[in-house]
T-cell receptor, first 111, second 119 residues
């Protein structure tokens, strides 16, 4: 069974702080995505990474794909209350087509 | 607006009821999915329809019955559910490649979900 582990599962910090969440697997991904889900809504795609070592930025969010394409991180600079939500990583394993989700990191940014 | 709509948004039903969830996508995609999201569990893939053909049934109990009449619409028919089936049911769509397979990116666009409570 291919597992995709996210850490931490819960994170509560003050507005203005920086944070990093991680997504790890023992298998290689052909692509990996990050989604954000707000209460009462479905997940919304933030970014897709496909190349080992790739870095993508979305305003204050920086996404990195590991060189070996087995892990990824999401770094948020100067977090704001609007960043609050459930962050999900999801990957397509090499040779597969199905998208596998991690259990998510529930982020709370306190004003 | 994500381009994927789901109705109803909330549903409360008894164990003997029969109900249906509806999903519609306006993105021109040709693959559609049903997921179950429960507290403290990863998103669980239930069914995949690719070019209207069911390509995956992830060991889902027969009390859940999917239907995909065309590439824009997806239904989930529910009957004799159990309280443990209470969850957020999410529909998603993506673009399959011309050969009929799913894209190796498989970027999915989700609806807002139906919050189901089984009494």
């Amino acid at each position: 069974t291919q597992l995709l582990e996210q850490s931490p599962q819960f994170l509560s910090i003050q507005e203005g702080e920086n944070l990093t969440v991680y997504c790890n697997s023992s298998s290689v991904f052909s692509s990996l995505q990050w989604y954000r889900q707000e209460p009462g809504e479905g997940p919304v795609l933030l970014v897709t990474v496909v190349t080992g070592g790739e870095v993508k930025k979305l305003k204050r969010l920086t996404f990195q794909f590991g060189d070996a394409r087995k892990d990824s991180s999401l770094h948020i600079t100067a977090a704001q209350p609007g960043d609050t939500g459930l962050y999900l990583c999801a990957g397509v394993y090499q040779g597969a087509q199905k998208l596998v989700f991690g259990q998510g990191t529930r982020l709370t940014i306190n004003p | 607006e994500t381009g994927v709509t789901q109705t109803p948004r909330h549903l409360v039903m008894g164990m003997t009821n029969k109900k249906s969830l509806k999903c519609e996508q306006h993105l021109g995609h040709n693959a559609m999915y049903w997921y179950k999201q429960s507290a403290k569990k990863p998103l669980e893939l239930m069914f995949v329809y690719n070019f209207k053909e069911q390509t995956e049934n992830n060991s889902v109990p027969s009390r859940f019955s999917p239907e995909c009449p065309n590439s824009s619409h997806l239904f989930l028919h529910l009957h004799t559910l159990q309280p443990e089936d209470s969850a957020l049911y999410l529909c998603a769509s993506s673009q399959a490649v011309a050969s009929g397979g799913l894209s190796s990116y498989n970027e999915q666009f989700f609806g807002p979900g139906t919050r189901l409570t089984v009494l």
